[in-house]
Nanobody, 127 residues
Framework: QVQLVESGGGLVQAGGSLRLSCAAS????????MGWFRRAPGKERELVAA????????YCADSVKGRFTISRDNAENSVYLQMNSLKPEDTAVYYC????????????????????WGQGTQVTVSS
């Protein structure tokens, strides 16, 4: 069982930055690949970024590439999403999620493959 708690959301002006954090419970955090998802009002949930178990491999969606960076600290049982150059269209509830993977090389991009989800944190970008 893994419990995930996101923090760091808030209201920011366009062009600003936020850093989201996701703290995980348990001693086996390093066994889980992690992902950040978001859901905007009236839109489907989408994958924003994902990271492999050790952090050696990462993925960012095209919509955020060059602006967002995912990272993790297994010693701190945490995963982060650094968001720069924020745009109004980045407004959404952001969720972190965890899934066990057999290999450190795997980055999971399919939402249904994620087992554990946090409650989400609201990010609002004003124009």
């Amino acid at each position: 069982q893994v419990q995930l708690v996101e923090s760091g959301g808030g209201l920011v002006q366009a062009g600003g930055s936020l850093r989201l954090s996701c703290a995980a419970s348990g001693r086996t955090f390093s066994r889980y690949a992690m992902g950040w998802f978001r859901r905007a009002p009236g839109k489907e949930r989408e994958l924003v970024a994902a990271v492999s178990r050790s952090g050696g491999s990462t993925y960012c969606a095209d919509s955020v590439k060059g602006r967002f960076t995912i990272s993790r600290d297994n010693a701190e049982n945490s995963v982060y999403l650094q968001m720069n150059s924020l745009k109004p269209e980045d407004t959404a509830v952001y969720y972190c999620a965890a899934t066990q993977t057999p290999s450190d090389r795997i980055i999971e991009t399919t939402p249904r493959m994620y087992t554990y989800w946090g409650q989400g944190t609201q990010v609002t970008v004003s124009s």
